[in-house]
């Protein structure tokens, strides 16, 4: 019989690793617990009352650690329509979260960056339909607090929040005040096109309480200032 050669010898070799490879694949791919589920979802731009697009958003496990999924954009309706493979018996002991990110020039609803949806898929299903998420073009706000009263007080808190109608979408702590001072500023990161509220209540020495509050409406790209007496 004639030998074979060794460039023959070698294809063989090669055509039996691919042909294990396909195989190997092929039962991952069909394991009963690895399965597609369709995430679908939308993300509003409250200020230009539209959807926003692309918007990034991402799927990850959370539990004993955390693992990333996969991620995508929101279309230009501010639609997202993402398959997502999971390994459903981890669902025992993790569930997936889902983190939208404000594109750049956007606030999210809770005054920050990113929209963390938590724990928001605990068990398997082939669609999930998630909550709206609501985003707001975002404008810098000068804030000045400005001594101009004689009052005695031994403690001031100052806060700040941004609504639409009835629905307050923020309350944040700007700073606590212990002896009076002449001047304090901040700037913070505030929703534009909507009143943003700055509240300050005071504890007098005499034991009774004051407060007060302001509002602007701010815009983006904009110097937007304000100043509150206390």
Not at 34 to 48: A, C, P, Q, R
Request: aromatic content about 12%; glycine content about 6%.
């Amino acid at each position: 019989m004639k030998e074979l050669s060794a460039l023959t010898k070698l294809t063989f070799v090669f055509l039996f690793l691919f042909l294990f490879a396909s195989c190997k694949k092929e039962s991952i791919a069909f394991s009963p617990h690895i399965k597609e589920m369709l995430v679908t979802g939308s993300v509003f731009d409250s200020t230009n009352q539209r959807g926003l697009a692309n918007a990034p958003v991402r799927f990850f496990w959370v539990g004993a650690g955390s693992t990333q999924l996969v991620w995508g954009h929101t279309d230009a309706q501010g639609k997202f329509k993402i398959m997502v493979t999971v390994d459903t018996t981890r669902f025992s002991q993790e569930a997936i979260a889902v983190a939208i990110d404000a594109p750049e020039g956007y606030i999210a609803s809770n005054g920050y960056r990113q929209v963390l949806l938590g724990v928001s898929i605990q068990e398997y299903a082939e669609e999930v339909s998630h909550p709206r998420v609501v985003m707001f073009a975002m404008a810098n706000l000068l804030i000045t607090l400005r001594r101009s009263k004689t009052d005695y007080f031994d403690e001031m808190q100052s806060y700040y929040e941004f609504y639409e109608g009835n629905k307050h979408h923020l309350m944040s702590f700007i700073n606590p005040v212990t002896a009076p001072i002449t001047l304090s500023s901040r700037t913070i990161s505030t929703a534009a096109g909507i009143p943003t509220r700055i509240l300050w209540t005071k504890k007098l020495s005499s034991g009774a309480t004051a407060s007060f509050k302001d509002s602007i409406v701010c815009q983006p790209n904009a110097a937007n200032e304000i100043t509150i007496e206390y």
